[in-house]
C-alpha cells in the first residue's frame, strides 16, 4: 500500500474517532446535563417566587395596599389579588422544587410574569423588565418539556405505567 493510502486509512479512523468521542459526550449531557438543568430551572424560578410571597406575608396590610395603590390587577379587588398573589406565589414553588404537577403549577405563575410584564408594565416602566420576560422563558420551558426525571412527576408517572402492565 502506498503511504497516502495508509495516511488517508488512518485520517478516516481519526475523524470517526472524534466523532465518536464527540457523539459520547452529547449524549452523556443528553443523559445527565438536561435532567440537572430541568431541576436548576424549576429550584431557581420558584425561589424568585417563594421570596416574593414571603415578603408579601410579612406585613399583610402593606401587601393589600400595593394591590390597591400601585398594582391594581384588573377584574379583581385588591384584596383577592393579593391572596390569590400570595398563595400562588408561596404554593406552586412548592410544587415546583419537588417536581409535582409541575406543568400545573408553572400556569399560574406564568400568567402572573405576564400581567407584570404586559399589564403592570404598560401602566408603569418600573415593571417593564426582561427579567419577567425571562421568568416567561423559564415557566414555557417547563411547560413545555416538563419537570425532568428528576421529580415526582417522574416517579407517578413511572408508578402508573408500572401499575397499568
Known amino acids: 500500500m502506498t503511504h497516502a493510502v495508509i495516511g488517508s486509512r488512518r485520517g478516516h479512523r481519526a475523524l470517526h474517532d472524534?466523532?465518536?468521542?464527540?457523539?459520547?459526550?452529547?449524549?452523556?449531557?443528553?443523559?445527565?446535563?438536561?435532567?440537572?438543568?430541568?431541576?436548576?430551572?424549576?429550584?431557581?424560578?420558584?425561589?424568585?417566587?417563594?421570596?416574593?410571597?414571603?415578603?408579601?406575608?410579612?406585613?399583610?396590610?402593606?401587601?393589600?395596599?400595593?394591590?390597591?395603590?400601585?398594582?391594581?390587577?384588573?377584574?379583581?379587588?385588591?384584596?383577592?389579588?393579593?391572596?390569590?398573589?400570595?398563595?400562588?406565589?408561596?404554593?406552586?414553588?412548592?410544587?415546583?422544587?419537588?417536581?409535582?404537577?409541575s406543568r400545573l403549577a408553572a400556569l399560574p405563575l406564568l400568567g402572573m410574569a405576564l400581567v407584570i410584564q404586559f399589564v403592570l408594565g404598560a401602566a408603569n416602566p418600573a415593571y417593564d423588565s426582561v427579567e419577567h420576560v425571562y421568568w416567561m422563558f423559564l415557566l414555557l420551558a417547563i411547560l413545555v418539556h416538563g419537570p425532568g426525571p428528576l421529580s415526582l412527576d417522574r416517579i407517578v408517572q413511572s408508578a402508573l405505567a408500572g401499575a397499568s402492565r
Open 18 to 101: 472524534l466523532s465518536a468521542t464527540v457523539s459520547a459526550v452529547i449524549d452523556g449531557l443528553g443523559r445527565w446535563g438536561a435532567p440537572l438543568l430541568q431541576l436548576a430551572i424549576r429550584l431557581w424560578i420558584a425561589r424568585v417566587f417563594f421570596l416574593s410571597g414571603l415578603t408579601k406575608i410579612q406585613d399583610w396590610d402593606t401587601t393589600v395596599l400595593l394591590f390597591q395603590e400601585e398594582y391594581r390587577v384588573p377584574l379583581l379587588s385588591p384584596g383577592v389579588a393579593a391572596l390569590l398573589g400570595t398563595a400562588f406565589e408561596l404554593g406552586m414553588p412548592v410544587l415546583l422544587t419537588v417536581g409535582l404537577a
